[in-house]
């Protein structure tokens, strides 16, 4: 169960982090470019609107440049976060709002105002080291001469600050989404974790055996079907179990009858009580007709389980199906005056020779047949009707017998499935027909009625 939780993890988290952590970075750069902007901005307006101050009211014939330019610099005292320095040609401060450093200046923004452009420059200040960011402007004389130049610096402190404490609040934001992730995720694989292992326990269980288990299906989800699937097959396979040792016994009980009347007639026979030549030829006759029966009761096993085993190969050839019809009936003919019951056949004109396995085909006719016998009461009626419509052939086996209830007709073609008449046989007559029809890519369907009688229809393609 770890494989789910790691790949939960690995996935879900690792993708969200990733996704938060370049959020962060954009929204931070965007900040911080925002904020270095609009202090540039104001700068280069502050750098401007002195030098247009010096050229408008200022005399620039000043003497002595430091009593010229000292309006400049006193003229700031409203903003105290900005320092402005006038700086000579050389970069030595003439004046400051400030501290006068001995430093010179050389700084990026100074270099180009010498040359009379205007700009700004970020870096560190000498002296305090601390981050500042600064614009000049050249100062001009009446001959548009540089005769200094005008430089406003502030400190980047402030606006470093500001941007520190957005970090740390959306860092604060960050961690609390990503505890919350965490907090979801590890719920959502306990969810999905803590049925699947209860799934797995059962499966364990149910693989060695205990087909009574029962998963507890808790959603209506993927795992809760899976739960309803291996449950649904815990059952079928009970309901296997259960037919099969079905079959079992009503095989051996099967088999016992016809075991049991050879047995006796055997001992009798070879205690030597009968005298009579006739008797022995009586007891003999059993013994051969009971081996018959057995001998077909092992050959619809065999049939069986070949089927079910896929091996069956059908053996087809051109036949003619009335013919075969008839010779069937004419087989029965005996049993069904001994039982009092009518057999007839009806056939419409012209039925074509026909393609079928002709020993499975009077498998299938005899069978259907021998059931219709066996759930007719005497002096009941039994017809076989074959006829032709469009591209099929239609043999219909009709009696009106016992009938099958409504709720077993359903379930009448499954193997083993009886009814319970003490004539019904292993259950498997039905289920070997229906395979043996649908490998000729046919059908057969039962219609019944209880006391009424049956409708067995087999259909067969034209070929
Ligand atoms: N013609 C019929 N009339 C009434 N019941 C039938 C008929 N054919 C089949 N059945 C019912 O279907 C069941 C299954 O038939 P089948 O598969 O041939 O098994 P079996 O003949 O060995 O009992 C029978 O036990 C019987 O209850
Ligand atoms: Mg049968």
Not at 111 to 135: H, R
Not at 150 to 174: A, C, H, Q
Not at 303 to 317: A, T
């Amino acid at each position: 169960m770890k494989g789910i939780k790691k790949r939960l993890f690995l996935n879900y988290l690792i993708g969200v982090c990733l996704v938060l952590f370049s959020v962060e970075l954009i929204l931070m750069i965007s900040i911080k470019n925002y904020y270095y902007k609009s202090v540039e901005q104001s700068l280069n307006e502050k750098a401007q609107s002195s030098a247009t101050f010096y050229d408008q009211y200022l005399n620039k014939n000043y003497a002595n440049l430091s009593d010229s330019l000292a309006p400049l610099v006193e003229n700031n005292t409203e903003q105290q976060n900005i320092e402005i320095q006038i700086i000579d040609k050389k970069g030595n401060i003439l004046l400051s709002s400030g501290i006068v450093s001995a430093e010179k200046i050389q700084t990026n923004d100074f270099q180009k105002a010498l040359k009379g452009e205007a700009s700004t420059w970020t870096g560190n200040n000498f002296d305090t080291n601390e981050k500042v960011m600064s614009a000049s402007n050249a100062l001009k004389d009446l001959d548009s001469n540089i005769i200094a130049v005008i430089r406003v610096v502030t400190s980047l402190e402030d606006v470093n600050n500001l941007i520190l404490k957005y970090l740390f609040l959306s860092m604060t934001l960050l961690i609390v989404i990503l505890i919350c992730i965490f907090i979801s995720s590890t719920i959502l694989s306990k969810t999905i974790i803590e049925p699947v292992r209860e799934v797995n326990d059962i499966a364990r269980k149910m693989s060695k055996g205990q087909f009574n288990e029962r998963i507890n299906k808790h959603y209506n989800d993927e795992i809760g079907e899976l739960s309803d699937t291996l449950n649904y097959m815990a059952s079928e396979i009970l309901k296997a179990e259960e037919t099969k040792n079905d079959f079992i016994s009503s095989v051996s009980h099967e088999l016992r009858t016809p075991l049991t009347a050879i047995k006796g007639w055997g001992e009798t026979i070879i205690t030597g009580s009968f005298e009579d030549k006739e008797e022995i030829e009586k007891g003999l006759k059993v013994i051969l007709r009971e081996t018959d029966r057995l001998k077909n009761m092992v050959d619809e096993l065999l049939d069986f389980s070949k089927l079910e085993g896929n091996k069956l190969v059908l053996n087809m050839e051109k036949t003619d199906i009335k013919e075969e019809i008839e010779e069937i009936l004419r087989l029965y003919d005996g049993r069904a005056k001994k039982e009092r019951i009518s057999l007839q056949s009806k056939f419409t004109e012209n039925i074509p020779e026909f393609s079928v396995d002709r020993n499975r085909f009077k498998q299938v006719i005899i069978n259907i047949l021998d059931n219709a016998m066996k759930f007719s009461p005497k002096d009941s009626n039994i017809l076989i009707n074959v006829s032709t419509l469009e591209n099929e052939l239609i043999i219909e086996i009709i009696d009106n017998g016992y009938g099958i209830a409504k709720e077993d007709l359903p379930k009448i073609k499954d193997k083993f499935f009886k009814g319970n008449s003490k004539k019904s046989g292993s259950g498997i007559g039905l289920a070997v027909c229906d395979k043996i029809i649908k490998l000729h890519g046919g059908s057969l369907e039962l219609k019944s009625e209880l006391n009424k009688g049956t409708n067995v229809i087999i259909k067969l393609r034209i070929n």
